[in-house]
Every structure is written in C-alpha cells, then in structure tokens.
C-alpha cells in the first residue's frame, strides 16, 4: 500500500465524522439505515446480540449477501473479517468494500497476529480499549480506530470504560515531557513516531469512533461528548421497536450532542430498546479478543 | 468577516482549521438557531450529501440556507457539498438546494479503491492538489457556470455567481489557495 493510498483512506474516515455506521443483515434493512441518515452502512449475516447468542465459530459474511447490499445504497460499505484473518480480507477487497473491519466480534482466526493491513488498498478499522492497542493497530496499517465496546450487549459501559481510558492516556502523554516520550513507545509496544505524534496533536493519527452497546440517542450524546467522532450502532437498532425512529433519532444525536433539550425530544416514543444483558452476566467477553 | 461551516457531519473541522489558517473567523451551523448569527459566507463540507440533506429538512434549516444562497449569499460546497447544490444529478432523483446550474454524477470514480490524489490547474490560480474520495464529476455546466478545473476530461470545479464548488477536497491538503478564492469572493 502505498503512503497516498493510507492517506486517501484516512480521508475516507474523515468524511463519516459526525455520522453513524448501522449494522445491517439484509438490502432492506440497508435502505432503512440509509433513508434514516446512516454516513454508512456496516453489512453482516447477524448482528452482533444473535451471534452472542447463537455462540459457535464466527465468520465473514457471505460476499453475495454483502454485494446485494453495495447495490442496494450509494453510501459507502463497511463488511466484518476475523481478526488475522488476511484471506477473508482479501475476499473483501476483491468485490471493493469500501471499509474493513477486522472485527472482535467475529471469532479470531490468529490468536497471536492481526492483518498486517499495509499490504491493501482498502481500509481498515480496528477496535481498541486503550491508546496502546489503538497505536498497535494504527502501526499495522488500520486507517481508523473505534472503541471495542461489549458488541451486541446494548450495554454502554465498556465503549465508556475504552474511550476514557484512550482518552486519558492521551492527555497523559500531551503533558509528558519529550524525553519520556521514548519509554511510553516501549511500554505500549508501539513506534516512538505514533506516541510523539500523539504527544504533539493530542489525538490519535487517525479518526476515533465509538463502538459496541450504544442503543439510545443518549447513549451516542455521551459517547460524542466523550470525544468519539462518530458511532457505530450494531444490535441497538434492529433489535428495537422501531428501527427506523430509533435510527433517526440516534443520527440526529450525533450532530447536535451537546443539545439535551433536542436529545430529550429526540428520545420520546421510541418504542422499545433492544434488551441488554449486564457485564456481570456476560460469559463471552469479545472485546478481550485480540490485544 | 464570519464564515459559517454546516457541521451537520463529514468533515467540518477541516474547513475551520483551513479558515483559521487564513485568519478568518468561523462558526458551526448544526441547528435552527445557529442562524441568527450573522455571517457573509457559508461552507457545505464533504461527507455523505444524503445524511447532510436529510438533516438540514428535519432541523428546519433547509429553507432558509436555500433563500439566502439563492438571494446571493457566498457559498463553497466540496464534493457532498458540490451535490447539494447541483440542480441535477445524473444518478440520483434526489436534488437538494438545486441552485447551481450543473450536472453532477455520483460516487463517479466508484468505490473507496477509485478514490484518488492529483495535481491540476485551477483557473486563476495555478497548479493545486486535489483529493478526490468516492468523488463526484461535473458532467456539465449551463447558464452561467464557468468551469474552473478538469481532470482526465470530466469537469471538477466550477463556479456560478456567488457558488463555488469542487469535487475534490481543498480541506485535506495543506494548500490554501482555493479558500482564498472563495474569501475572495465574499470580499467582492
């Protein structure tokens, strides 16, 4: 992958900030996702609260399922590949994804290495629950990070637990002198270039959405003031009442986070929320897969 | 001078920071209310043109952004924005502020693997870089559009009037002459 070829697809991910990624199983539900104002659509055969429940091995969706859905919308399409799974991502670069998430929520396929994604012209976007995982994966070529979350659990806590502690370990890092800098590197596994990058921006190099239990328009506000960029939304929406409401509400969230009349009104008569289970009775944890 | 950026989604931020670069004063427009705030000129930022026209009917700013842009108001719309403004787009029934006499076709290069980067000239300014991700063309212009850039044939700046756009992403590069142009045309 050449240098262009990363930046072009960081740009990419600077173009869905501000918006939501839905997960999708059908055309159909990706039509909904998009007239609700989805900035794109993330398609797999279950979403993540029916392979937690259905348990088993996890694998990439099937590629004439996911090319029904790219002829179904215009807004870019984002599919699921195990993690070290460089075969399955192959395949989706094959039929041109416009986005590929080697995903915890999928069962690992290599239990010590992740894809080395600078090998492909397509992006990736990777989950992490702190800034040393994030950084690892930047390092091995992911062009956007989110936060690992509980998928399919309709329970925040986790993505708040991930992006607090990137978040955190930000702020440290802006504050630490140059020739601390050095040891940071060494400590979480990652080149001295990304921790000065960071040390200097205060950012990560790449964009930074939240991932992984949000089911409510104020579960997306907290995350958005938390400093996410963006939100996927997996189970949250099709396991409700009323996705389409549910979707809508949830994008308009994200643009105006910090209005909490608006997300009041915007909360009203949704139906009901997916059922959530609590991280006490969880005996999956995905975000644990993959370090 | 006060420049407003729809920060509806996409890339917003870029546009600010480009802005501040130059030292002109901006301020984001996400709701009904941010448009008492006076401001000369408005930028619609690259992201996704259904979402950012969907959101601007719901919020209630659809009708008055179009009154003031068709009433004269200096407007730069890249690549989304660029859709939002184009009276038609070839693969799309849906139009949006449909102000700006040209053709524009969607997601024109295909996929995230046609996204790409060059160089080309810009009328009035010279050689600049250009990003183009999931980029729309031009495809024609009419009335009084002028075409300010081509690429490989197909149409990728243009300018009407008061409205300006791009197909590429001025926002992304470090260079700054196309905003220039565009507080130019506020200033004029």
């Known amino acids: 992958m050449s240098e262009n070829r990363y930046e072009l697809n960081k740009n990419l991910a600077q173009m869905l900030k501000g918006g939501v990624i839905m997960d999708v199983t059908t055309p159909e539900q990706a039509k909904i996702a998009e007239a609700a104002g989805a900035c794109a659509v993330m398609a797999l055969e279950r979403i993540p609260a029916d392979i937690r429940a259905a348990g088993g091995v996890s694998r990439m969706s099937d590629p004439k399922m996911i090319k029904g859905i790219q002829n179904a919308v215009s807004i870019p399409v984002m599919a699921k590949c195990r993690i070290g799974h460089f075969a399955e991502a ?80 930000i702020r440290r890092i802006g504050s630490m002198a ?21 040390h200097e921006h205060k950012k990560l190099p790449v964009v930074n959405f939240a991932a992984g239990g949000v089911a409510t328009p104020a579960d997306a506000a ?42 009041a009104e915007l909360s009203e008569d949704l ?10 009775e969880i005996e999956l944890l995905m975000a644990e897969r993959g370090k | 001078m006060k420049v407003a950026v729809l920060a509806l989604q996409g890339a917003f931020a870029e546009h600010k920071q480009m802005l501040s670069r130059l030292g002109v004063p901006s301020f984001e427009i996400r709701q009904k209310r941010d448009l008492d705030k006076p401001f ?78 060059t160089e080309a000239e810009f009328k009035g300014i010279g050689q600049i870089p250009m990003t183009f991700i999931r980029a729309p063309y031009i495809e024609d212009v009419s009335g009084e559009a002028e075409v300010l850039a081509t690429v490989s044939g197909h149409i990728v700046a243009a300018r009407e009037g008061n409205q300006l756009v791009t197909a590429f992403h001025p926002e992304l590069n470090d260079d700054l002459s196309v905003h220039k142009y565009f507080i130019n045309m506020i200033k004029n």
């Open chain 1, 90 to 169: 192959q395949i989706l670069q094959a039929i041109e994804i416009d986005y590929i998430d080697e995903s915890e929520v999928l069962s690992p396929a290599d239990d010590k290495y992740h894809i080395d994604k600078t090998k492909f012209d397509v992006p990736f976007v990777c989950g992490a629950k702190d800034l040393g995982e994030a950084l690892r994966r930047i390092n091995e070529g992911a062009a956007m990070i989110r936060t690992k979350g509980e998928p399919g659990t309709g329970d925040v806590v986790q993505a708040v637990r991930h992006m607090r502690m990137m978040q955190s370990e």
């Open chain 1, 178 to 198: 140059n020739d601390e800098l050095f040891d940071t590197a060494k400590q979480l596994q990652v080149p001295y270039e990304l921790v000065l990058y960071v």
């Open chain 1, 222 to 263: 907290l995350m958005m003031q938390l400093g996410a960029e963006g939100v996927f939304v997996g189970s949250g929406i099709f396991k409700s009442g009323n996705p389409e409401k549910r979707a809508a509400a949830i994008v308009k969230a994200v643009t105006n986070y910090t209005d909490a009349k608006m997300i």
């Open chain 1, 271 to 280: 139906g009901e929320a997916m059922v959530g289970i609590n991280e006490q």
């Open chain 2, 40 to 117: 000369d000129g408005l930028i619609i930022p690259g992201g996704e043109s259904t979402v950012q026209g969907k959101l601007m009917r719901e919020l209630g700013l659809f009708e008055p952004l179009r009154e003031r842009i068709a009433g004269g108001l200096p407007v730069f719309g890249t690549c989304a924005g660029l859709l939002l403004l184009a009276k038609k787009i070839k693969n799309d029934d849906r139009v949006h502020f449909a102000v700006m006499d040209i053709t524009a076709v969607r997601n024109a290069y295909g996929r995230q693997l046609g996204s790409f980067y």
